[in-house]
T-cell receptor, first 115, second 113 residues
Framework: DTAVSQTPKYLVTQMGNDKSIKCEQN?????MYWYKQDSKKFLKIMFS???????INETVPNRFSPKSPDKAHLNLHINSLELGDSAVYFC??????????????FGPGTRLLVL | GESVGLHLPTLSVQEGDNSIINCAYS??????FIWYKQESGKGPQFIID?????DKRQGQRVTVLLNKTVKHLSLQIAATQPGDSAVYFC????????????FGKGTLLTVNP
């Protein structure tokens, strides 16, 4: 079974649309993340949730809203999509909570293309 | 700006050779470092990590070296294989109450058969 799964794998949409990306982890980890990887492969953290509580919120536009319905899921909703939102979005999870130094496990990524 | 960077954006080696991928960091407070491998079309995959109280750690065919004096991290891959071709990232945890990884720019390793 895949430890961290994301849907959809590919997402092509028009500017101005609203879309959601879903992430699920079956590792029982407490903390989940969203990262954005640009065309130059640079990985940058966007959000982090620990037990459904937001603990990291980088300077991400308000159009991005994470939602964690339970510990195993962290979804990302994006309003009014812009061309610059085109990127690969990765979900990740970590076993322990805040202050832990354990490694993060990444999902396969969602490739978003905004036309 | 980001404090973690890589000296070489690309590295090409012959199959069977040893590979060394370097990473520089500037934050003295960083106390935990990870190397990730990202194959084309996939998510980053954990390779090896090291805490700041160590200067060397070995895994299967991989070794991470940490030099805190010059804030340098390296990943050594022994007997490089075509399956090692990927982008390699170093990442640092700068400590603090929230666990956040800051990633370097990545090095593309190409292994020639």
């Amino acid at each position: 079974d895949t430890a961290v799964s994301q849907t959809p794998k590919y997402l092509v949409t028009q500017m101005g649309n609203d879309k959601s990306i879903k992430c699920e982890q079956n590792l029982g980890h407490d903390t989940m993340y969203w990262y954005k990887q640009d065309s130059k492969k640079f990985l940058k953290i966007m959000f982090s949730y620990n037990n459904k509580e937001l603990i990291i919120n980088e300077t991400v536009p308000n159009r991005f809203s994470p939602k964690s319905p339970d510990k195993a899921h962290l979804n990302l909703h994006i309003n009014s999509l812009e061309l610059g939102d085109s990127a690969v979005y990765f979900c990740a999870c970590q076993e322990k909570g805040r202050g832990s130094r354990e490694t993060q496990y990444f999902g396969p990524g969602t490739r978003l293309l905004v036309l | 700006g980001e404090s973690v960077g890589l000296h070489l954006p690309t590295l090409s080696v012959q199959e069977g050779d040893n590979s060394i991928i370097n990473c520089a960091y500037s934050n003295s407070a960083s106390d935990y470092f990870i190397w990730y491998k990202q194959e084309s079309g996939k998510g980053p995959q954990f390779i090896i990590d090291i805490r700041s109280n160590m200067d060397k750690r070995q895994g299967q065919r991989v070794t991470v070296l940490l030099n805190k004096t010059v804030k340098h991290l390296s990943l050594q891959i022994a007997a490089t294989q075509p399956g090692d071709s990927a982008v390699y990232f170093c990442a640092e945890n700068r400590g603090g109450s929230n666990y956040k990884l800051t990633f370097g720019k990545g090095t593309l390793l190409t292994v020639n058969p």
